[in-house]
C-alpha cells in the first residue's frame, strides 16, 4: 500500500501526506451525512455557528454512514503499515472551524491524561472535507519534532516519555492538504492551525489509531454498542472497548516483586468520578478516582498508574490499573495481604478475573506508558 519511500519519509518527518485518497463522491456524502450532525460535542465558548472550533466526537461513529471513513480500507491499511501493529480506534473526530473561527497555537498531542493521546503508539488520519488553504486555514506541521528518542525504555512494565521540545515557529511547514486529501501524523509531531478567514467552515476528520499492543494508558473511550453495530463485521476489531453498561469502579493491582496487594482476597475497589480539571468529551481516565481508594483503604499514592483491561461486575463495568512497586517505599506493613499469582490461583479454585488482569499485566508483548490525573497535568504532565 506504501512504498519503501513514503514509509521513510514518514518515519523521518513525522507525518505523510497521500494525495486524493477519498473520491469526491464519498465526500460530498459525508458532508450530507453531517447535516443530521450538529458538532455540539466539545467544550468551547459560544454557540454553534458563532466563530470558533466546535466538534462532533462522542458517538457519532454510530450513524454508520459517517462510520464508512473510519473503516476505510486503505486508510486502515496504511495505519497498520505506519503503527506496525494492528489498529484500533481510539477517537473518531470531526471538527469545524467556524468562518471567523480562531488560530490553534502549536502544541502536540501525545497527553498522559487523556484516552485519545495516551497510547505509546498511535497516529492522527487526518481527512479534509474542505480545502486547508490560506481563506479557510492551513493546518502546519514541523518535520521531525516528533523527537522519537524522547522515548526510552528504562525495564520498569511502562515506558517513559521525556518532555517534549518545543520547535521553532520557522519549522511549520504547509502540507498544502486539499479535499479528499489524507495526512497520517505521528502523536508526538508539533502541528498548528490558521484562522478561518473565509465565509465557510472549515471541516475534517481527525481519526486516531492506536496499535492494539499499546493501550492507552488511562485506558480506552468507551464506545456505545450502536457504534459497535455501525461498523462492518471485519472492521469491528476496531473497537477495543464498547458496551452500554456504565463505567462504576475503579481497581488497583499493585505489584511487588512476584506478589500482588490484596484485599480481602480482591483487588482493592471504589467507585468512579470524572475529575473534570481538563473539561474535554473524552472521558475514561480514571487515574483521580484510583488514587482515592488507595489513599483511603492502603495509605499510599502512586505518582502515575497504566490502564490493564475493563471488568464487567454486577451490570456494570470496572476499570482495572496496575503500578509496580520498588524498593524506595517506606518498610511500613500494608493493610491487606501479598499474594502470588498462584496462590490467588490455589485459593480461588482456578483462574479468576484478577488472575487474567495480572496475566495481561505481565503481558511483555503489551507496552503501557504513563496515566497521570488530570490534576497532575496542569503542573507538567512529564513530571512523573
Known amino acids: 500500500m506504501l512504498s519503501a519511500h513514503q514509509i521513510e519519509e514518514y ?10 485518497l477519498v473520491d469526491s463522491h464519498t465526500i460530498d456524502h459525508l458532508l450530507k451525512t453531517l447535516k443530521r450532525h450538529p458538532p455540539l460535542d466539545g467544550v468551547v465558548p459560544g454557540k454553534y455557528p458563532a466563530p470558533g472550533r ?6 457519532c461513529l454510530g450513524d454508520p454512514d459517517l462510520a ?17 501493529d494492528d489498529p484500533v480506534l481510539t477517537a473518531f473526530v470531526m471538527y469545524d472551524r467556524t468562518p471567523g473561527g480562531p488560530p490553534i497555537p502549536m502544541h502536540h498531542d501525545y497527553k498522559r491524561w487523556r484516552p485519545v493521546g495516551s497510547s505509546m503508539n498511535w497516529l492522527f ?13 492551513q493546518l502546519f506541521v514541523a518535520p521531525g519534532s516528533h523527537r522519537l528518542e524522547r522515548v526510552v525504555d528504562t525495564g520498569e512494565p511502562v515506558l517513559n516519555v521525556h518532555a517534549a521540545i518545543r520547535p521553532s515557529e520557522d519549522s511549520f511547514v504547509d502540507p498544502e492538504l486539499r479535499r479528499g486529501d489524507l495526512c497520517i501524523m505521528n502523536m508526538h509531531c508539533w ?10 467552515s472549515r471541516r475534517g476528520f481527525f481519526s486516531k489509531y492506536a496499535g492494539r499492543h499499546y493501550p492507552p494508558a488511562t485506558g480506552y473511550y468507551q464506545y456505545n454498542e450502536a457504534s459497535y453495530q455501525a461498523l462492518s463485521d471485519s472492521s469491528k476489531t476496531l473497537l477495543a472497548v464498547h458496551s452500554d453498561l456504565p463505567m462504576e469502579g475503579v481497581r488497583l493491582l499493585l505489584q511487588n516483586q512476584d506478589r500482588f496487594l490484596t484485599v480481602e482476597g480482591e483487588l482493592p475497589l471504589g467507585p468512579t468520578y470524572h475529575e473534570r480539571a481538563i473539561p474535554d468529551w473524552d472521558l475514561g481516565n480514571f487515574v483521580a478516582a484510583t488514587h482515592a481508594v488507595a489513599r483511603e483503604q492502603l495509605k499510599l499514592e502512586t505518582p ?3 490502564y490493564i483491561d475493563d471488568l464487567e461486575e454486577d451490570q456494570s463495568l470496572t476499570r482495572v490499573y496496575g503500578y509496580e512497586m520498588n524498593a524506595n517505599g517506606f518498610p511500613v506493613p500494608h493493610q491487606g495481604e501479598w499474594l502470588t499469582v498462584d496462590d490467588i490461583r490455589d485459593r480461588n479454585n482456578g483462574d ?14 503489551i507496552r503501557r506508558g504513563k496515566a497521570v490525573t488530570q490534576a497532575q497535568a496542569r503542573v507538567d504532565q512529564f513530571a512523573y
Open 352 to 365: 479468576t478475573d484478577m488472575t487474567k488482569a495480572i496475566q495481561k499485566w505481565l503481558d511483555p508483548t
Open 304 to 306: 502515575w498508574l497504566s
Open 125 to 137: 488520519a487526518i481527512v479534509p472535507l474542505d480545502d486547508f488553504d490560506e481563506n479557510k486555514g
Open 11 to 20: 518515519k523521518t518527518n513525522g507525518f505523510l501526506v497521500v494525495r486524493d
Open 68 to 84: 464508512l471513513i473510519a473503516e476505510h480500507p486503505t486508510i486502515i491499511e496504511i495505519a497498520k503499515a505506519l503503527l506496525e
Open 191 to 200: 502541528h498548528k492551525a490558521a484562522r478561518n478567514s473565509s465565509t465557510e
Open 54 to 59: 466546535y466538534t462532533l466526537a462522542t458517538q
